[in-house]
């Protein structure tokens, strides 16, 4: 059964079975029974409780078999050492899809795991979709199913946006606290320690769903990183795919690894990821919401110019800052709207963008003005700010710029400061499902995920390209070469690098190897000078660590009395067996050093980096990651990303050099990583740009 | 009279009088009137309006002369075309104190400043301290002043905060949800235009007002930064002091420009000034209100490891992610600690730092988990959070965990997502002043604006040096030589910026001028190779640009030519005529470059930058900022702070070198553009560091 029907009695289940229901107030298992009852669930309730007759109205059974209608959905409350035997009863019984609630398994230690894996082990064998455990259940508001099962009290408005956690108490938190912060969702589910269902299957489910129209997650970890790229890289095309991904730093990692048990990726790594697939990275749970229900709310930010319109100067400057901060720019509004503007405003009001109405601006100016905002073809959208003022009633302004939100084609986005009694009307009579916000800062924010969302959606990831076959067949010769060796050292020799780079007709420096005096004698004739003199090791690839590497050598002379030096300290250091032969290269000052790697993270696979090379890695740590295979364009894209790009476009006495040609080095560099499973690591530092060219001049692979 | 004295009025009124107050709801010169009465004013009301008898019970006057009474603080409502009639008849009446609440000044344009000057000038003349006009006037919530002369409905609980906005707007829209916020201050003003009393004046009453502790500020512009920067530095020792400084970026500036009619300066001297002069700069409101109640609720955060004590895993990762990026720490617990809690936790808690205690924890294991972290000297300060679960009371814990707070010695943050019900107990029953945070985010932002507060503290401002006497009258002499030689030009020629440059005793590279082919053999002698040959002139002090720079120049027959070549390049050019000298100098690969400047900001005066030097300037973006002159030890933070110094600090085969060397020429730089105010600009670019030595080996200075 493919994941999406699988899955689909979890949020539409024709009933549901509690195991191990309570009768005790205030425990888990009475409380969920509460939910379910009190939210009014469509289909019918059974519990199983061997020693009470009934609970909240619902009779209880002795045992799962017991019963004889045909379950769609489980939920196991019993204490830990009793889940495994409940599971099987429900095996037993055909039971497909269940929940376990229960808490004490991974999270707690080796124990605890054992016990998991158990668990998952024979949900595998009989086909059992299993949420958890140690979670918090699911919710589904649809009106056409009415489902909370979990301890929580509250529950949102419903709305087209699907959440999942990772945490169950975040979800607490946010449920908790909804009537305050108004989110809205419909379905939700906290996915607890992932012993089976994860974030993966809620990105496939959830992509086929119809009721889903934007998905928000909140995660610790990724079960399989390239997984989830391979499939956000789809969903995100048809569903914004909005992410809180915490364990950004290295603490809040092991907080998160004590916490889930499962090692977080390095964030860099994710933040590349995420935004190469089209996902939405969000900082804050404010953020993700607020940014789902604008999804919900608008259509389509394709350019970012923002109009912003206030009764209030202050404000409108914080705003401005935060627009800018936001890679979001100002319109340059039209004479036309500016003299549209004049017509209805007062004379003292200030027409450029922000457009201050001043306090005496009401409902219906605030409406015009919006309108003719939105008709000048410089502005894709429109900030309100409104500060109550004591001469006009904050409601009827609101419920106009609502109105206006709903009808008018762009964004329109509502910031207010209301007097406090404007909450209780609106709620009773306001327009519930309008985007309004009560802080200036985050207006910016969501307006920059939409637009960056767009961008995306047009640029979406496509990525055909291979390896030509010629290239492919020599490659794999040299590594099944190296491995024939089968030394302990993984490295590859300078020699078989450069063999592998020019199997890939990359610009590599030219190089000459040899291994005696005599053949460095016969080599000399074919040397241009100056010329650098380096080792080829396995063992050594770090070459100026052990001093392998002599700069700037002028004639055949110096050279030969170079090497012969350069030999008689490796003798003396005992080390000019590991040696396998020496290297000659042309020696130039470049203008800009680049580095180009590539390498395998265990969750997200292979990666690539391309930044600032040669001592500025360490001063500016240009890190520009993306998953790899990469197109062309996304390399081009990384490259424009960079710190070092200045350099890299004219720059006092350095000419501009034509990015495709690194571009096509990256995307070359990303393939070899992503065919060759066995390379573990390539790094190509410096690449050196010289009179606008690309000169490869160090590097080292690892397999 | 000197300005704490001359401000006491506006807070601390004997009595009020209100010119042009009006009998109609829902204009400012009723509500404000409403405000007065309805707030309690412990003061007796005086009211002009010659149309009414009586407004809200308060006998109206015709006319301000008719009072008999003294009168301490008058506010002014009439039309702005009234304003300056009122402001007379005041100055008649004696009143010293002028809030002008009418709009319609400065911020609209030309007539509207001719207005505001006439207004300010008649008030210096005359001696009255001028609020506004353009402003929403003042509150005092002291029990025994109970003041709130504006025509906001909302008013604060008292707390010993003061609170000054630019924008009368911002300020509103704080009070209007004020009962959502909670934020608390005493004293509040906004001060509109700043005709007359701006921030600076405020801050010297603040730092005087026994009922002020911690002092904040939402401000657009500076009146006078530098008098800001020298008054805050001593204020900020005494009293914290918080400022929301908007218009950051270029839009921002715009938008803010348009607003107040004032220049704004440019952030990053802004942003250096501040924390120069030990303010803490917040980035929005909620940062603002939260810092200061932790100012008051907490004692001196003395250094920055953090413990997180929680029930629910996910909101403590969210935290120990912000942790991080505020740059506090994690606390190692100690051993003993460690037990001490596992006695009184549930088994399957997590003991590290978070210490997760599961959603079992009651108020009696939150408040004796919190004791024993307090208890661990590796602890700074705590953050509790609490997510509400089913079992648990809130109030109960939260109750506790703020009794804790104030009996704690250490900083006790509570950050909790309780069930809605709680809040309306909490504010009946609960402990009014505790710090509650609604937000994960927040508190890591708030003990940090704490730690930097106390560390500022204990590295206060000191500088004391000044040129020696010596140094001073040579420069002196050198720049009115340049004064008098009257050009249109205001730079410096190569030779005059290094007689400036040894007269300080700077490490300037060694520099011979001549003129002549005949001058040069005769010097060339004295010349070490490679060199260097630059022209030195006042007209082209960017030497580049007209290919004034011969490098690496190997012999004295190469110099030579060189210089016959340059010359007669210069002549086909036609600008031989504008060239002083000519210059050689040392030639070698410097390790690393970097940058000394100083400028003059219109607002803050002198300031200094250091940073990467070369072509990494346009990469890096290395500014580091600080009003001139600095003191040793606070160049020694900018060096630190800044990208290039992990090259200073022994890199590859880059030694390291002593940056006390380098925080000399800084401190020398900055007394200089300090005391010599003829000079505007001076750039030390590249400063070279070979072997550790610095080389200062080009330089401009404009006057």
């Not at 390239?226 to 092991?254: E, H």
């Not at 063999?499 to 990359?506: F, G, I, T």
């Not at 993306?626 to 197109?631: E, G, H, I, K, T």
Request: aromatic share 8%.
């Amino acid at each position: 059964m493919i994941t999406a029907d699988s899955l689909h009695n979890f949020f539409y289940p024709q009933n549901i079975l509690l195991v191990g229901a309570s009768s005790k107030p205030k425990t888990i298992g009475y409380e969920i029974l509460k939910s379910i009852i009190q939210f009014g669930f469509k289909g019918k309730i059974f519990v199983v409780n061997p020693k009470s007759e009934e609970i909240l109205g619902v009779k209880c059974n002795k045992s799962i078999e017991e019963i004889n209608d045909e379950i769609s959905l489980a939920i196991i409350l019993v204490p830990k050492n009793l889940v495994y035997d409940s599971l099987k009863e429900c095996s037993l019984k055909q039971i497909k899809n269940v929940i376990i609630i229960t808490a004490g398994f991974r999270e707690i230690g080796e124990a605890g795991a054992k016990l998991e894996n158990q668990i998952t082990e024979f949900a595998k064998q009989h086909n059992i979709r299993l949420v958890g455990p140690n979670c918090m259940g699911i919710i589904n508001t649809d009106e056409q199913v009415k489902l909370n099962a979990t301890f929580a009290a509250e529950v949102p408005h419903y709305s087209p946006i699907s959440f999942l956690s990772q945490s169950g108490a975040l979800a607490a938190a946010v449920l908790n606290t909804i009537k305050e912060t108004g989110y809205t969702f419909g379905q939700f589910i906290s996915i607890g320690n992932k012993a089976d269902v994860n974030e993966n299957d809620l990105l496939e489910f959830w992509w086929k769903d119809q009721k889903t129209r934007v998905i928000t997650m909140y995660l610790e970890s990724f079960d399989d990183g390239r997984k989830f790229f391979d499939l956000a890289s789809n969903v995100s095309i048809d569903k914004p795919v909005i992410i809180l991904k915490a364990a950004r730093t290295q603490s809040g990692t092991r907080a998160a690894s004590s916490h889930t048990g499962a090692l977080a990726t390095k964030d860099d790594i994710v933040d590349a990821a995420l935004k190469q697939c089209g996902c939405i990275r969000v900082k804050t749970i404010e953020e993700m919401f607020e940014t789902a229900k604008a999804f919900l709310r608008f259509g389509p930010l394709k350019s970012n110019r923002i109009a912003v319109l206030t009764n209030a100067g202050g404000p409108a400057i914080l705003c401005t800052d935060e627009i800018e901060k936001n890679n979001l720019t100002l319109s340059q509004l039209k004479e036309e709207t500016k003299n549209k503007l004049k017509e209805i405003l007062h004379p003292e009001a200030s027409l450029n963008n922000p457009v201050d109405m001043l306090p005496s601006a009401d409902a219906k100016t605030y409406r015009e003005a919006t309108r003719i905002l939105s008709q000048d073809e410089n502005v894709d959208a429109i900030i309100t700010i409104f500060v109550e003022p004591v001469m006009i009633n904050s409601f009827e302004v609101i419920k106009e710029l609502a109105e206006e939100q709903k009808s008018n084609p762009k964004p329109v986005v509502i910031v207010t400061f209301p007097l406090p009694h404007f909450w209780e009307k609106w709620k009773q009579e306001g327009i519930n499902d309008a985007l309004i916000l009560k802080s200036i800062e985050i207006s910016p924010v969501i307006l920059s995920n939409l637009y960056r969302y767009y961008q995306r959606k047009l640029n979406s990831r496509k990525t055909e390209e291979t390896l030509n076959e010629k290239s492919r067949t020599k490659i794999s010769n040299i590594l099944k070469n190296v491995k024939t060796q089968n030394t302990d050292n993984s490295f590859l020799t300078s020699k078989e690098c450069n063999s592998v780079l020019k199997a890939l007709e990359l610009p590599v420096v030219k190089s000459k190897f040899f291994i005696g005096k005599e053949e460095l004698i016969k080599t000399a004739s074919e040397i241009k000078f100056p010329c650098v003199l380096k080792i080829s090791s396995r063992k050594f690839t770090h070459k100026s660590d052990i001093e392998g590497v002599i700069l700037n050598i002028q004639s055949k002379k110096e050279l030969i009395s170079s090497f012969e030096k350069l030999k008689s300290k490796l003798k003396k250091m005992n080390i000019l067996k590991d040696i396998d032969e020496f290297e000659i290269q042309e020696y130039f000052e470049s203008e800009v050093e680049l580095i180009i790697g590539a390498y395998r993270d265990n969750s997200f696979g292979a990666v690539i980096n391309f930044g600032a090379g040669g001592k500025l890695v360490e001063i500016i740590q240009d890190k520009n990651l993306a998953l790899a295979p990469v197109s062309k364009s996304e390399a081009m894209e990384l490259i424009k990303s960079s710190k070092v790009y200045p350099l890299l476009t004219g720059f006092r006495n350095i000419k501009k050099i034509d990015i495709t040609k690194i571009a096509e080095v990256i995307e070359k560099v990303s393939l070899l990583i992503f065919e060759f499973n066995e390379i573990k690591e390539i790094d190509l530092n410096p690449v050196m740009i010289k009179d606008q060219k690309i000169k490869i001049v160090d590097y080292r692979i690892s397999i």
